[in-house]
């Protein structure tokens, strides 16, 4: 069982920069995916960005793609997300969580196996 928190949610202003952190409880095993997830109220769980085996490959969603920044540190177990660029559509809760093997589409949620409570991130305008 693993358990992943996630912090450095917030308020920000439009344009301003975030960085989201989700620490895992013990190893998340190689070939498998950590990824962050966001919904927003009303619209369904979509994928934001993922890491593929500690980093051999990253992905993004396209609406993220050049902002956002995903890495993984894996000596602790800990997943980033920097977000830049910030804008009102970004705001939703964001959830991190881990997949047992590979998953294809890297954002089919229903392949992670292990998921975070969420921080919330929201932007004005």
């Known amino acids: 069982q693993v358990q992943l928190v996630e912090s450095g949610g917030g308020s920000v202003s439009a344009g301003g920069s975030l960085r989201l952190s989700c620490s895992a409880s013990?190893?998340?095993?190689?070939?498998?995916?950590m990824a962050w997830f966001r919904q927003a109220p009303g619209k369904n769980r979509e994928g934001v960005a993922a890491?593929?085996?500690?980093?051999?490959?990253?992905y993004y969603a396209p609406s993220v793609k050049g902002r956002f920044t995903v890495s993984q540190d894996r000596y602790s177990n800990t997943l980033y997300l920097q977000m830049n660029g910030l804008k009102p559509e970004d705001t939703a809760m964001y959830y991190c969580?881990?997949?047992?093997?590979?998953?294809?589409?890297?954002?089919?949620?229903?392949?992670?196996?292990?998921w975070g409570q969420g921080t919330q991130v929201t932007v004005s305008t």
């Open positions: 890491v593929y085996d500690g980093g051999v490959s990253t």
């Open positions: 969580a881990t997949s047992s093997g590979f998953v294809n589409p890297w954002d089919r949620a229903s392949g992670y196996s292990y």
């Open positions: 013990s190893y998340t095993s190689s070939r498998n995916f």
